[in-house]
């Protein structure tokens, strides 16, 4: 059994329900322990605050030493870490190791935010001098997602030490495996025990996070479980929140000089990291007419052409999805579109191998019927085929999210009346919509987020400013009406 609760730097076995969590590509065993227990989960919050009163007051300089410190140290466990997030949720190893690298990168983006954004300012004024500082929240609760489960939590983790705020991490289920890693690195960095305390499990684990005296909730998941989260809080302006939520993500493909380059950016955009990724383009918008039927010809051929295998596997592009649930949920959302009065270019499969693999799948709803504005996590792409530029926007727009957009063309007046009507917070011209630059904030409107965004910006979230005009002495106002 592996041990699922760590706090005050030690690991010990969890008291909650037992959880196994399976390769989704060799549906070998690769975790194995108790989830945390509500008590186990009070006593990480309660380590976190006391460990908050040393923390918050260390100097700037000494918080940002020792995160650098970790940077070195998760530079030093790349391949454990690459192998272990593969392992767990079947993603190929070249994409691991670009996510152990951003990890890494991730400490030298907020040092650079938390000096830009959430440092301190100095003025002199007439009564004596104005301040801007700012002030860490307190204890942050951080639950992890299963796509990026070492990139995301870290993005969230590594902002808020360097503020001075302490964390109780949550890994998801699906991908605990990193968790230890992290761990491991923190402390040979030597961040003071206590200052991140971590805790394995499911939805009761969770529930004990939620309820217990924490400061702030830091989430990137499904717009389910986020609404949920904030309806959770309502009424609690004292608890801060950062939900990232995802997207029904469109791209739009307007008659750019190369339609091969068209189809690369949309096959791209819709099918890394088998379409688990919350940036990935769900709806593909092209024109009515050949040339959006060349561009649909050539993504159908990059869809069959797709090299599907194994984590480990040499030359794979996709892994499978998360499990053998979530492939058989990719399927079913694919029969209800069909039902809907969508038609099958390229049908998302079952593949024999089992686990969850699938196949790329393309599905041309133009024609379809009540369509719901729903995120598949999945490699499954709908065409939307529409008269004009107009129309594009009008269809790109109708959702309730606003993660991520694009548009591929050539033209620059088209670029022009996009970036001004599309409603995305990541809205990329001839790229993949499935990427984001860590120097810049990632998030968007709707129930994508609650309007705190992350990366760059995440420094905003991780601190409360403090405004002060300070004078050396007392001194008589002398305002009209006070006695003399």
Request: charge should be negative; proline fraction near 5%.
């Amino acid at each position: 059994m592996m041990p699922s609760v760590y706090i005050d730097g030690k690991w010990a076995e969890g008291h909650g329900p037992r959880l196994v969590n399976t390769c989704p590509a060799t549906g070998e065993a690769v975790w194995d322990g108790n989830a945390s227990a509500a008590n186990q989960v009070d006593a990480a919050v309660a380590s976190a605050r006391e460990a908050f009163h040393d923390w918050s007051r260390l100097p700037q300089g000494d918080r940002t030493t020792i995160l650098e410190r970790y940077a070195e140290e998760i530079g030093k466990r790349t391949e454990a870490i690459a192998t272990t997030i593969s392992r767990d949720m079947g993603k190929v190893l070249w994409e691991t190791r670009a996510e152990a690298a951003t990890m890494k990168a991730k400490v030298s983006v907020s040092i650079a935010a938390q000096n830009e954004r959430a440092g301190s300012k100095f003025e002199q004024a007439a009564f004596g001098s104005s301040h801007l500082t700012h002030r860490a929240h307190g204890v942050l609760a951080v639950f992890g997602p299963f796509n990026f489960p070492g990139h995301l939590p870290n993005g969230h983790i590594v902002p808020a030490l360097l503020a001075g705020n302490t964390c109780v991490f949550k890994p998801s289920e699906l991908a605990p495996g990193v968790a230890a890693l992290m761990a491991e690195a923190f402390q040979a960095a030597g961040l003071p025990d206590g200052c991140l305390n971590i805790v394995h499990g499911a939805r009761d684990t969770g529930g004990a996070l939620l309820n217990a005296e924490i400061n702030g909730l830091l989430f990137t998941g499904s717009a389910n479980t986020g609404v949920f989260f904030h309806k959770h809080f309502a009424g609690r302006p004292d608890v801060i929140l950062a939900l990232e939520m995802g997207g029904n993500n469109p791209l739009i493909i307007w008659d750019p000089a190369d339609v091969e380059a068209a189809a690369d950016i949309a096959a791209q955009s819709s099918f890394l990291t088998t379409g688990q990724r919350c940036s990935c383009a769900r709806r593909i918008i092209l024109p009515e007419g050949k040339f959006g039927d060349s561009v649909v010809e050539a993504i159908i051929a990059r869809a069959k052409g797709l090299s599907i295998g194994a984590w480990d596997e040499e030359g794979a592009f996709m892994g499978p999805l998360v499990s053998e649930a979530a492939a058989q949920a990719a399927t079913d959302f694919q029969m209800m579109l069909s039902k809907a009065g969508g038609k099958s270019l390229r049908r998302l499969k079952r593949m024999d191998r089992g686990g969850g693999f699938v196949t790329a799948g393309v599905i041309d709803v133009t024609e379809a019927h009540h369509v719901p504005d729903e995120e598949l996590f999945g490699p499954l792409m709908q065409i939307v085929r529409v008269k004009t530029f107009d129309d594009a926007l009008i269809r790109a727009n109708a959702t309730r999210y606003g993660l991520s957009g694009g548009l591929v063309s050539d033209d620059d007046a088209l670029w022009v009346k996009a970036h001004r009507e599309m409603r995305a917070g990541i809205l990329n011209r001839n790229r993949p919509t499935a990427g984001a630059s860590g120097s810049m904030p990632f998030g968007g409107p709707g129930l994508s987020g609650n309007f705190r965004p992350g990366a760059y910006y995440a420094a905003d979230y991780c601190a409360w400013p403090q405004a002060s005009q300070v004078a050396d002495k007392a001194e008589r106002m002398g305002a009209q009406g006070f006695p003399k």
